[in-house]
C-alpha cells in the first residue's frame, strides 16, 4: 500500500508563506500525478495544484501567481510554495498521488492532511 506522508502544515498571518512537502513510498510502485487538493469547512475538497510526471502543472485559478508546485521524481516527493496566503486559502490540505502496481490499474491515493490555517 502507498504511504504518504505529509508536512509542512500550520498557522500564519495574512501575507505570510508556507512551504508543504509530501513523500511517497511504495516498492515497485509508479507515479504518475502527484499534487494538493483542499477541503475548507462546509466546503467541497477542490483541486489547488498538479503536476505531472514530465512536469507539467495545474492551478486552481484561486492560487495562481501565488503558489508553485514542483516535485522530485527521484524522491518521489511533491512540493507546495504558498506564498501571499489569504484568510479564504484556510483549509485541510491534502496530498493527491495518482500511480500503479505492476500488476494494477491507475489509482488515485490520498494522504492524512495538514491543516493550514491563515489569521491574524
Known amino acids: 500500500q502507498v504511504q504518504l506522508v505529509e508536512s509542512g502544515g500550520g498557522l500564519v498571518q495574512p501575507g505570510g508563506s508556507l512551504r508543504l512537502s509530501c513523500a511517497a513510498s511504495?516498492?515497485?510502485?509508479?507515479?504518475?500525478?502527484m499534487g494538493w487538493y483542499r477541503q475548507a469547512p462546509g466546503k467541497a475538497r477542490e483541486l489547488v495544484a498538479v503536476?505531472?510526471?514530465?512536469?507539467?502543472?495545474d492551478y486552481a485559478d484561486s492560487v495562481t501567481g501565488r503558489f508553485s508546485i514542483s516535485r522530485d521524481n527521484a524522491k518521489n516527493t511533491v512540493n507546495l510554495q504558498m506564498n501571499s496566503l489569504k484568510p479564504e486559502d484556510t483549509a485541510v490540505y491534502y496530498c493527491?498521488?495518482?500511480?500503479?502496481?505492476?500488476?494494477?490499474?491507475?489509482?488515485?491515493?490520498w494522504g492524512q492532511g495538514t491543516q493550514v490555517t491563515v489569521s491574524s
Open positions: 503536476i505531472s510526471s514530465g512536469g507539467s502543472t
Open positions: 511504495g516498492s515497485m510502485f509508479s507515479i504518475n500525478g
Open positions: 493527491y498521488v495518482r500511480g500503479f502496481y505492476p500488476w494494477d490499474r491507475d489509482r488515485e491515493y
